[in-house]
């Protein structure tokens, strides 16, 4: 397992509550949760079935905004006001990779396409988009798939053209939902290889949400999530 | 790359078969409105086959179309004296059924003088009338060929030439005889009744009568004066071409017209509505990819494009196709339809709005998509 490193964590995030409605039908969500995630750690959120997972994932990831607590990206801090929804879904394009439990590739779009229309999005000319598109997938090593439409992809091979969309703009912090959830042990085996790959090389942090115990030993740190506290 | 051009292409069969099904739709309103411009068409194209200036009716009528007219026979030499009247000539107008080859033909029979204003204005097979009696020019809508031989009242009359595109108002087609055959059809009294009429005294009866006396005016003068002029006589009326054309548009086919532009009007508020249930669920079916789209980062615009042009796509070639359709069949309807250019274009340009309108509501749907859709089972 990697150390964390020592310097500034990209996800910081502190006294973070979101609740949903009021009065009687109030839920709390999330109950001042505090994380820090440095580059290269790849943790996970494990927690039972309403405990907050996904409301914290979404915060993170610029979906939600929290009802109090601050939350700091790479740096910088957001829902301060200042952001614009187009300003956070830009930063979402420049800074977050998502990894979803069912791939969620664009049918229309074939396995190249699929990797590249981020790039697209991000203002690369279409040339150079494929190519990059090309090489992402070459190196999570489903390039021999780059024409395949996504309905004739393997699980396996559509969760790596998934991460390889996930990496494109080379984000600096990578959130995955249940990433190996539709996944056999040996490939959840190897695409959590390539997560801890990519947060050792590109120096991102990785977080998944996870209820997959095979796969508890390739995480370097494990929040434990229960009715919106985090449990130390 | 263009994501809506993308999703369309993996989607092709379901599109198109929605564009097909637009196209009906569309064909059906571009057929009505042809069916309306056939109307007026149809109404205006006997008035305007003689290609006079003048026409002369009965006193306190608006006829012959309009309403019933009846002037003496020798109007027409009164009018052709008239200062200005290069040529004037009599006619007789009168719907008869017949039977042809075992089928009943509903026809509109116009009685001429051969020579004078009134005939066919082109004949397109055959010949016009020689002979003074007997002898018919048919339009091709009467379903009659050159030489074919066809009872008319007390007589039977030869098809010697065919017209084309010649109908009355009502759609029947035309057929020209000569003027005394006409007089005879329309006027004269069955043998018997006119025994019957000759014991009480009363004489055959003269069938020396014309519905209206129509007149080509002489560049110099002008129709208006000829028509003060004819209506000193204190038993006629006159009007001009264009009033009687006038007569024909907002009287004689004025009920069927705004019934059929309110019908057309109807359709395309279907095809609208049609339109925007189709985008809607369009819409609804890539809800997970929209949102997993702006989970990515897309901005709105890329949203919004996606949803418009396809929406632009469906209804260029929902119209494409429904024009096409139109234009290969319309001439199997039993009625004219006249497709003009300038409908297409405004129909063309209407569904482009009603496409914009409509996509609205697979915008508004779009953009409320949250992004966290994308994320979970």
Known sequence: ?232 | MNLAYRDLRHNLGRFLLTCFGLSLLLGVVLSMIGIYRGLVEDALTLVRSPAVDVWVVESGTRGPFAESSRIPGDTREAIARLQGVIAAGSVNYQSVETLHQGAKRRLYVVGYEPGRPGGPDRVVSGRTIGRSHYEMVADRRAGFAVGDRVPLGRNTFTVVGLTDGQVASGGDPAIFITLLDSQELQFELAPPAARREIARGNGGGTTDTVNAVIARVSPNASPESVTLAAQRWKHLAAMTQAEQEIVLTQSVVERARKQIGLFTAILLVVSAVIIALILYTMTMDKIREIATLKLIGAPDRTIIGLIMQQALAMGMIGFGFGALLITAVKDFFPRRVVLQPEDGLALAAAVLLVCILSSGLGVRLALKVDPATALGG
């Not at chain 1, 590739?105 to 790039?119: Q, W």
Request: a neutral charge; aromatic letters at 6%.
């Open chain 1, 1 to 232: 397992m990697a150390d964390p490193a020592p310097q500034s964590p990209l996800v910081h995030i502190r006294n973070v509550s979101k609740h949903f409605g009021e009065g009687e039908t109030r839920v709390d969500a999330l109950r001042n949760v505090s994380i820090e995630v440095y580059p290269g750690q790849v943790v996970a959120l494990l927690g039972p079935s309403g405990s907050g997972k996904t409301t914290l994932l979404n915060v993170i990831g610029c979906i939600l905004e929290p009802s109090s607590g601050w939350v700091k990206l790479d740096n910088e801090i957001v829902y301060d006001g200042r952001w614009l929804r187009s300003d956070l879904r830009r930063l979402r394009l420049e800074k977050i990779g998502f990894i979803f439990q069912f791939h969620n590739l664009l049918p229309f779009l074939n396995s190249i396409d699929n990797v590249a229309v981020v790039l697209n999005l991000a203002g690369y000319d279409a040339e150079e988009a494929k190519r990059r598109a090309g090489e992402l997938l070459d190196y999570l090593e489903v390039g021999h798939r780059k024409d395949a439409m996504p309905a004739k992809l393997s699980g396996g091979e559509a969760q790596r053209v998934a991460i390889a969309r996930a990496l494109a703009n080379r984000p600096r912090i990578i959130l995955a939902d249940e990433p190996t959830a539709a996944l056999d042990s040996q490939r959840a085996g190897i695409v959590m290889d390539l997560l801890r790959k990519v947060a050792a090389e590109q120096q991102a942090a990785i977080l998944a949400v996870t209820h997959d115990e095979k796969i508890f030993n390739r995480f370097d740190h494990i929040f434990h999530l229960r009715d919106g506290r985090l449990e130390t």
